[in-house]
Nanobody, 125 residues
Framework: QVQLVESGGGLVQPGESLRLSCAVS????????IGWFRQAPGKEREGVSC????????DYEDSVKGRFTISRDNAKNTVYLQMNSLKPDDTGVYYC??????????????????WGQGTQVTVSS
């Protein structure tokens, strides 16, 4: 059974940073795509950044490019999202998700079947 556990959310002021972690266990393959998604109240869940487990392919949503960095530690089966220069628009519940890679640039919520429980990120002064 696949399990994903996110941590690292919180309340920060605009311009500050947070690092989210997602520990993955139980996935049946060493080759997978894992991503971070967020959902603000009243909005659809959107892809923030996705990374493949065995190569350097990374995708970022346009609004986070240059501010967020996704990385992975395969030895720990953990993926991180370093979020710098946070803005109020970054507020939402952040989820990680994992699945087999089936299309290039796979980073849409409907393309993932296994999800974590989410962690709240609030950016407010």
């Amino acid at each position: 059974q696949v399990q994903l556990v996110e941590s690292g959310g919180g309340l920060v002021q605009p311009g500050e940073s947070l690092r989210l972690s997602c520990a993955v266990s139980g996935f049946a393959s060493d080759y997978y795509v894992i991503g971070w998604f967020r959902q603000a109240p009243g909005k659809e869940r959107e892809g923030v950044s996705c990374i493949l487990s065995l190569d350097t392919s990374i995708d970022y949503e346009d609004s986070v490019k240059g501010r967020f960095t996704i990385s992975r530690d395969n030895a720990k089966n953990t993926v991180y999202l370093q979020m710098n220069s946070l803005k109020p628009d970054d507020t939402g519940v952040y989820y990680c998700a994992v699945d087999y890679p089936v299309v290039a640039g796979q980073c849409t919520a409907t393309e993932f079947r296994s999800w974590g429980q989410g962690t709240q990120v609030t950016v407010s002064s």
